[in-house]
C-alpha cells in the first residue's frame, strides 16, 4: 500500500513525532522534524512532482531522529522482514530452552 503524505503525517503524530507540511510560495513541499524540546531536527524542500520522495524522505528521517518511537520500532521490523531478517520470536518462544 503506498503511503501518502497526510497518512504519513497522521502516522507520525500518533506515534509522537511532531512532524508537519506546508507548501512554499514558489510551490515546493516543505517537511518539518522537530519537537519542543529539541527545535528543529530536519527540514528539506521537495518539488509537487518529487512527492513520493519527500514521502520516502520523512519517513526515514523519522526513523532517525525519532528511534526510540513506536514508528521507529515499527519500520525497523518491517525492514528487517522485507529484507530477509529473522522475524522477531513471541516472548514465550524466546524464553524457551534451545535444548529441547
Given amino acids: 500500500m503506498e503511503r501518502t503524505l497526510v497518512q504519513l503525517l497522521k502516522v507520525l503524530n500518533q506515534s509522537g513525532i511532531n512532524a508537519a507540511a506546508r507548501l512554499a510560495p514558489d510551490g515546493r513541499i516543505g517537511l518539518w522534524l522537530g519537537d519542543g524540546t529539541r527545535g528543529i531536527c530536519t527540514f528539506a524542500f521537495f518539488r509537487r512532482h518529487e512527492l513520493d520522495r519527500a514521502v520516502r524522505w520523512l519517513a526515514d528521517r523519522s526513523v532517525v531522529c525519532y528511534p526510540a518511537s513506536d514508528f521507529a520500532r515499527t ?26
Fill in 75 to 100: 519500520a525497523r521490523i518491517i525492514s528487517s522482514l522485507v529484507h530477509g531478517g529473522a522475524a522477531i520470536a513471541p516472548a514465550e518462544e524466546r524464553r524457551s530452552d534451545p535444548r529441547k
